[in-house]
Nanobody, 116 residues
């Protein structure tokens, strides 16, 4: 059974940084796209950043220049480096990975709170 486990969330002051990690279980083969999404209270889940199997990336306009997504294929891991965090970045962050059949798998989410 495929499982994704996120880590790295927490409480940080505005302007601070956090690094999220998401690792897939060893049973997950042929990972294609990897991405991070977030959902704030009362809002829909939205794409934050995505990286394809070829290494192409795209970001939400609200995080461009502040967040960086990267992947380590051998370790089945995707990272999200978040700098210059703002209160509006507060949300539950979820990782998603897709396989060669375009089936999606989600992590359980990790809370990021940006507050002074």
């Amino acid at each position: 059974q495929v499982q994704l486990v996120e880590s790295g969330g927490g409480l940080v002051q505005p302007g601070g940084s956090l690094r999220l990690s998401c690792v897939a279980s060893r049973t997950f083969f042929s990972i294609y796209d990897m991405g991070w999404y977030r959902q704030a209270p009362g809002k829909q889940r939205e794409l934050v950043a995505r990286v394809t199997i070829s290494g192409s990336t795209n970001y939400a306009d609200s995080v461009k220049g502040r967040f960086t997504i990267s992947r380590h294929n051998a370790n089945k891991t995707v990272y999200l480096q978040m700098n210059s965090l703002k209160p509006e970045d507060t949300a539950v962050y979820y990782c998603k990975m897709s396989d060669y059949r375009s089936w999606d798998y989600w992590g359980q989410g990790t809370q990021v709170t940006v507050s002074s």
